[in-house]
C-alpha cells in the first residue's frame, strides 16, 4: 500500500474491485448539494458492483443519509449506509451489558442505532449511565461537554484509581467540510472532553478499524475500493484495513497534504474527481533517477525536487511528484519543492 501500482496495461482504479466504499462530506458531496461529477459516476460504479457510504458523521441515521443520497439522485438503501454509530454500537456491546443505560453526546444517529438494539437512551449525568457515546451534531455546545464530563468523572477521571463508564467517540475527525467551508468536527469536541477527564475514548470511526470492518461483512468484499478526501481518516484507515485507496481531490486535503504524507497514510490512487475511478490510471516508471507519470517527469536530487518535465497534465505531475518524494524517503519539510507543484 501507499505507492502507486506498476501496471503493463493501464487500467482504472475499479478494475479488481468488488466494492466501492465511499466517503460522503467531501466525496460525494459538500453540505447539502452533490458535488461536480459524484452522482453519474457512483451510479455507473454501482451498475458492475456493490456501493457502499461510509461515513464519520453521527448527527444522521442511515435511512436520513440515505434519503439525502436519493435525492441526490442516486439509487441508495438504507443498508448502503455504514455510518460510525453503528460501528460503535460493536464497540459498546463488548462493554455493556444489552439494556444498558447509554448517555449520548449527540444527535440522532447514535440515537437510532441505540434503540434498535434495545439500549436505554439518557442525556444527562445524574441518571448513573453505564456507558457513553459521543458523536457529533451541530447542536452539540458547552452543557453537552460539560455533562459528558460530569458522567465520566462520577466514576474516574484524574487522579483516579476506578476505569470509569466505557465512552466510545463515533470518530474523532478535526474537521468537516460543509457548505460555507472547513468547520470543526468531533475530534475537537471529543478533545475538549478528554481535557477535562484525562483520559481517551475508545473510537469506532476512520481511521480505526471497526467501521471498515462493518463494511467489509455488510458487503461480502474482499477486495473494496475505498474512495475519500482525507489523507489522516479515509486513507489511513484503509491501509489499516487492509484496503485499497483512491484520495480524490474535491474535499479536505488537496495537493500540498498528499505530496507530505507519511508512509501510513499514502493512497494507492489520485484522482481528481470520481470520473478518475473509472479511467485508465497511467503507470508510474523510473526513468534514469526519476519517476515519470504520463509525460510528467520530477526526480529528487539530494534535497531539491526537479521538475524535469512539467508534462500535459497537472495531475499526472502531482502523481510524479508524490512517487518521487515518496521513495526519496525523505520527510517534505527538510525538501525544497517547487511552489506549482502545490497547486
Not at 175 to 192: C, K
Request: aromatic share 4%; hydrophobic share 45%; glycine share 10%.
Amino acid at each position: 500500500m501507499g505507492l502507486f501500482r506498476q501496471k503493463s496495461v493501464a487500467s482504472a482504479p475499479l478494475d479488481g474491485a468488488d466494492a466501492v466504499l465511499a466517503d460522503l462530506d467531501g466525496v460525494v458531496y459538500a453540505g447539502a448539494g452533490a458535488i461536480e461529477h459524484a452522482v453519474e459516476s457512483l451510479s455507473a460504479a454501482k451498475r458492475r458492483m456493490a456501493v457502499g457510504y461510509i461515513t464519520n458523521n453521527a448527527s444522521r441515521s442511515d435511512a436520513s443519509v440515505a434519503r439525502h443520497l436519493s435525492e441526490l439522485g442516486l439509487d441508495v438503501e438504507p443498508a448502503d449506509v455504514v455510518t460510525s454509530p453503528q460501528a460503535a454500537m460493536r464497540l459498546l456491546d463488548e462493554q455493556v451489558a444489552a439494556g444498558s443505560l447509554v448517555m449520548v453526546v449527540g444527535g440522532e444517529g447514535i440515537v437510532v442505532e441505540l434503540e434498535k438494539r434495545g439500549y436505554r437512551v439518557t442525556r444527562s449525568a445524574d441518571d448513573a449511565p453505564d456507558a457513553l457515546v459521543q458523536g457529533f451534531t451541530p447542536e452539540v455546545g458547552w452543557k453537552d461537554l460539560a455533562e459528558a464530563s460530569f458522567a465520566l468523572n462520577a466514576t474516574g477521571g484524574p487522579g483516579s484509581e476506578a476505569p470509569g463508564i466505557p465512552w466510545i467517540a463515533t470518530n474523532t475527525d478535526w474537521t468537516i467540510p460543509v457548505a460555507r467551508g472547513i468547520a470543526p468536527g468531533n475530534g475537537t469536541l471529543v478533545s475538549a472532553v478528554h481535557t477535562a477527564v484525562g483520559r481517551l475514548p475508545l473510537v469506532a470511526g476512520k481511521p480505526e478499524t471497526p467501521i471498515f470492518d462493518e463494511a467489509r461483512r455488510r458487503f461480502g468484499a474482499e477486495r473494496p475500493l475505498v474512495v475519500g478526501d482525507r489523507l489522516d481518516t479515509d486513507i489511513l484507515g484503509a491501509n489499516r484495513a487492509g484496503m485499497t485507496s483512491a484520495l480524490v481531490l474535491t474535499g479536505i486535503d488537496r495537493a500540498k497534504q498528499v505530496l507530505a504524507a507519511d508512509a501510513a497514510s499514502r493512497p494507492d490512487y489520485i484522482v481528481r474527481d470520481l470520473r478518475g475511478l473509472h479511467e485508465p490510471y497511467p503507470e508510474t516508471e523510473e526513468v534514469r533517477g526519476a519517476v515519470r507519470v504520463g509525460r510528467a517527469r520530477v526526480r529528487v536530487d539530494g534535497r531539491r525536487v526537479l521538475i524535469e518535465s512539467e508534462g500535459d497534465d497537472d495531475l499526472d505531475l502531482l502523481r510524479a511528484a508524490c512517487a518521487a518524494i515518496w521513495r526519496s524517503g525523505q520527510a517534505i519539510h527538510v525538501l525544497e519543492v517547487p511552489p506549482s507543484l502545490y497547486a
